[in-house]
């Protein structure tokens, strides 16, 4: 029976209720590469993004034939649903979204990546402490410096597209310190507002949602959530098999075969979704050494700002490349 929305079909009494677990993300992070080759298991079925999008498109989001064909009535709806799931993510229960794919078909795991976020859970805490599954939660995070790369990357499209995201963000970024941004463009000669100065700056400070991601984590840990599952590197779980056969065993607490003809499909499928075309060094410090002062120096400030750099380094991360960002503040 194919995956789809429950409609009249009577739940499958025959064998136990499938398992369920959630990959909580920041955007930019690969999320959609996991979720499709997770819904690509005959026994998964796995939602992505914050409109809850059952993850079976190959690219769902590639807005260029529609900005080529100028459909923007079709762009703006798309955006509207995007919208809408921001607005609710943060009440939404796992129930709402996990009970109706358990009317058909024969998934063992049923879950979403991105769909939710680290920092949306606390206050689900009773929700996930009291299902009647083996629910499992892993958080998929990635290096600070690609990430704030992607990102500038996709808010250069979307910034001239959603007036909402364009509100917020800038918002944002005089929020988290417009004198320090002023100074860094007084010094490097740039207009603030610029599309790429303004949309790397607000890449930056996007970052402060990855330290309430931290801070939840701890929360949950606090709050007893034994679902909770630590966390997983994007630069791992995309380059490593071993390490994506162990996600699916942490997730799925061994109800899934990953066999080696299956991630052989996973690791043959290409990377979606790049943010960031500019021809730029994949790793992190030569990625940092490519960037423009003016871009160290926003990364720096808002790194230390947000107090990630001791945190992202307990990830294992090397941060070493970065200044101090008291020092460009």
Aim: glycine content about 6%; aromatic content about 10%.
């Amino acid at each position: 029976m194919p995956k789809g929305p429950a409609g009249t079909i009577a739940p499958n009494t025959k064998c136990p209720a499938p398992n369920w677990f959630i990959v909580t993300s920041h955007g930019w992070s690969a999320s959609h590469w996991l979720a499709h080759n997770l819904n690509r298991h005959p026994k998964i079925v796995c939602l992505h993004s914050s409109a809850a999008l059952l993850a079976d498109q190959h690219e769902p989001y590639d807005l260029t034939e529609l900005l080529a064909r100028k459909d923007f009535t079709r762009i703006f709806a798309m955006l509207a649903r995007f919208r809408a799931g921001y607005d609710a993510r943060a009440i939404l229960r796992p129930a709402d979204l996990y009970l109706p794919f358990e009317a058909q078909g024969d998934a063992r795991l049923i879950g979403s990546v991105h769909t939710f976020r680290l920092r949306d859970l606390p206050g689900l805490a009773a929700d996930l402490t009291r299902l009647n599954r083996k629910l499992r939660i892993v958080n998929l995070i990635r290096h600070p410096v690609n990430l704030v790369n992607s990102g500038a990357g996709q808010f250069e499209l979307s910034f001239r597209l959603d007036l909402n995201e364009l509100h917020w963000i800038t918002r944002r970024i005089a929020d988290t310190g417009l004198a320090v941004f002023e100074r860094i463009a007084a010094r490097h000669g740039l207009y603030p507002g610029d599309l790429e100065v303004l949309s790397f700056f607000g890449a930056c400070v996007t970052l402060r949602g990855l330290a309430a991601d931290f801070a939840a984590r701890d929360t949950l840990l606090e709050q007893g959530v034994a679902a909770f599952a630590g966390s997983v590197r994007q630069e791992d779980v995309t380059r490593d098999p071993e390490t994506f056969r162990a996600l699916l065993d942490r997730l799925g607490g061994g109800v899934i075969d990953s066999s080696d003809a299956y991630l052989d499909s996973v690791f043959a499928d290409s990377k979606r979704n790049i943010h960031n075309a500019r021809p730029r060094p994949t790793e992190p410090a030569a990625l940092f050494a490519d960037w423009a002062p003016w871009q160290q120096e926003a990364f720096a400030f808002c790194l230390d700002i947000f107090g990630l750099r001791p945190l992202y380094q307990a990830e294992g991360y090397d941060l070493e490349m970065v200044p101090p960002g008291e020092n460009v503040a």
